[in-house]
């Protein structure tokens, strides 16, 4: 068995690893508290959710550099082509089967930052891996049949509030969803999305049968 890593850079950027191989999302670095750059980080396929900067990040930059694949929107992949980057557009409710894996993706009621576009939440299957990331969104209804249409583990939920869901919607959020473990991200990157994820931790805690796993910016954790 190999291991299988979540390694959260900060905001909403982090990477998978499983099979010697790494899915990295939404890379924006600015900040990140290991310095990472562009250049330092190598990845075989780049989930980009919209095109806000924060989200869009170096995606094109690295993949240029290593070769990725970026998987997103056809309006993201058709800006990652005159990029002159490989890439396989997608969208909302749509799945196509990689060679890592299944990806479905998500609605997410969230601004796209591309014309024409829509932001986008992703399923992704990555080794063994079942992972839902919500990209930037607003809670909404479906997430209750989320789960039931493509089955996934982890849960990865914004929780900073004012541009996205904050810490009570994403509470609701996990229990719909019905993931066993929740990882909040998209939070003290900036002043308005200050948030105390021990409070979101202890609240779904209390309510829910579910884990919350709090992940350090710049730190790893092992997924089962
Ligand atoms: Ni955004
Ligand atoms: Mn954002």
Redesign the pocket.
Known sequence: MSEKIFHYIHHAAFWLEAEGKRALFDPFLDGNPEHLRAQDIDADWIFV??A?A??LGSAFEIAQRTGATIISTAEICGLAGQAGCASHAMHIGGTHEFAFGKVRIAPAF??S?VAGGH?CGFIVSFFGIRLYYA??TGLFGDMKWLRSVEPFDVAVLPIGDN??MGPKDAAIAAAWLGASVVIPVHYNTWPVIAQDPKAFEEAVEKEFDIRVRIVEPGKSVHLS
Do not use: F, I, L, V
Request: negative net charge.
């Open positions: 959710s919209h806000h924060d989200h969230h601004g930052g932001a990209g930037d541009y996205t």
